[in-house]
């Protein structure tokens, strides 16, 4: 349920509502917009009390039902777009975001060269893998605790922000030390007790979509992330899983559209790991920006024939540079740069 207040309406007003809903047995979270502050009033059994209830309250405007089963990353709850800042670096503005680097981090070599690279083609953000759930446990893990202080070390040296992914809780804290957005990759998309833990947090965190699900069950695996007053929730979109069998994944380039009619949260899209092809990825990149995307995630080394995990769908430096250029226009003529 949805508590809309009237602009101007005191803090005492604002308070009543939040004791009623408490007298109720429920949960409160507060959007407190620079006109009006919106109240959530979260539970598995709000059905049973009356929007009267609230609505008959002094400073109540508006109170509706949301019966989408995700609540505080639904526009109902926060109908202005929200912008995530990552040490400078808008995510949900005019800027269109690009993240790159190395899926894993291999060497301090590799990864400055690919850092010092595509921050010069313009990236805004570096991705670098320490910490690496891979399909087989006999596959490389990652550099781990090492990799992130090589992460540290390049987001100093070069003056950029830093994205890796979490796998275990264990985790959270080192990371959180080291890197400026923490990511949650499609397979734990679900893993509630990670969420739970991310959620207490106020770093930025990207929340990638599973691979078998839906808008519905992603948006509201965002809510267990933004359910501890964490506001700093970006969604990542990486393709679903089809019969399509001809690509690794099927980019489900629609989705743009409907997370950005049904929730607040700034999106951006993986093309790599859904082209598993280097040679797919650019004109999904275009594709995504075009459909108005906040950002891409992209994948790139200094020599793909050499990486240890996906050098596939790497693109080389000189690719990177040339897709930079040939996004810039594109993004252009939908009122939004890079």
Known sequence: MIVEMAKGASKEQINHV?????????EVQLNLGTEKTVVAILGSDTGKASTDAFAVLPGVEHV???MKPYKLASREFHPQSTIVNVNGVEIGGQRVIIMAGP???????????TAKAVKGCGAAIVRGGAFKPRTSPFSFQGLEKSALKMLDKVRTEFGIPV??????????????KHADILQVGARNMQNFALLKELSKLRHPILLKRGFSATVTEWLTAADYLLAEGNQ???LG?????????SIRFSMDISSISVIKRFSH???????????????YVPSIAKAAVAAGADGLLIEVHPNPEEAKVDG???????????????????????????
């Open 18 to 26: 939040v004791e009623r809903a408490h007298s109720f047995g429920f």
């Open 64 to 66: 509706a039902r949301i």
């Open 103 to 113: 899926c894993a981090v291999e060497s301090e070599k590799q990864l400055t060269e």
């Open 163 to 176: 994205i890796t992914e979490v796998v275990d809780i264990q985790n959270i804290d080192a990371i959180a």
């Open 232 to 234: 700093q929730v970006i």
């Open 237 to 245: 979109e990486r393709g679903i899983r089809t019969f399509e069998d």
């Open 265 to 279: 949260l700034p999106i951006i899209v993986d093309p790599s790991h859904a082209a598993g092809h280097f040679a």
């Open 312 to 338: 596939l769908q790497s693109l080389n430096i000189p690719n990177f540079e040339k897709l930079m250029a040939e996004l810039k226009p594109i993004a252009k003529a939908i009122g939004r740069y890079i």
